[in-house]
């Protein structure tokens, strides 16, 4: 059984920073996309920067130059370094991979629990 575990949430002021993980456990074969996803109160989750399995990179216009999303060394984590952060960065934080395991077919998505980020003025 595969699993999408977040860490790293927390309260923080406004322009400070914040490093949230995602870990990927069970029977992982292969990683592909691997996503952080957000959703504030009363809003639609949104997509806020996406690593592909070749490390290429894309971000949403809100937190381009702020946020940086990277993979751990053993490929299973991905990371999502977040600079310069504020209030309306609040939100619920997911992490969401598209993952090939020893008991499936293909490649399918898997999310995690979410993690809070809540940025005080």
């Known amino acids: 059984q595969v699993q999408l575990v977040e860490s790293g949430g927390g309260l923080v002021q406004a322009g400070g920073s914040l490093r949230l993980s995602c870990a990927a456990s069970?029977?992982?074969?292969?990683?592909?996309?691997m996503d952080w996803y957000r959703q504030a109160p009363g809003k639609e989750r949104e997509l806020v920067a996406r690593?592909?399995?070749?490390?290429?990179?894309n971000y949403a216009d809100s937190v381009k130059g702020r946020f940086t999303i990277s993979r751990g060394s053993g490929r299973n984590t991905v990371n999502l370094q977040m600079n310069n952060l504020k209030p309306e960065d609040t939100a619920a934080y997911y992490c969401?991979?598209?993952?090939?395991?020893?008991?499936?077919?293909?490649?399918?998505?898997?999310w995690g629990r979410g993690t809070q980020v809540t940025v005080s003025s």
């Open positions: 969401r991979a598209e993952i090939y395991s020893s008991r499936s077919s293909g490649y399918s998505v898997y």
């Open positions: 069970g029977t992982v074969l292969s990683i592909a996309n």
């Open positions: 690593i592909t399995k070749s490390d290429n990179t």
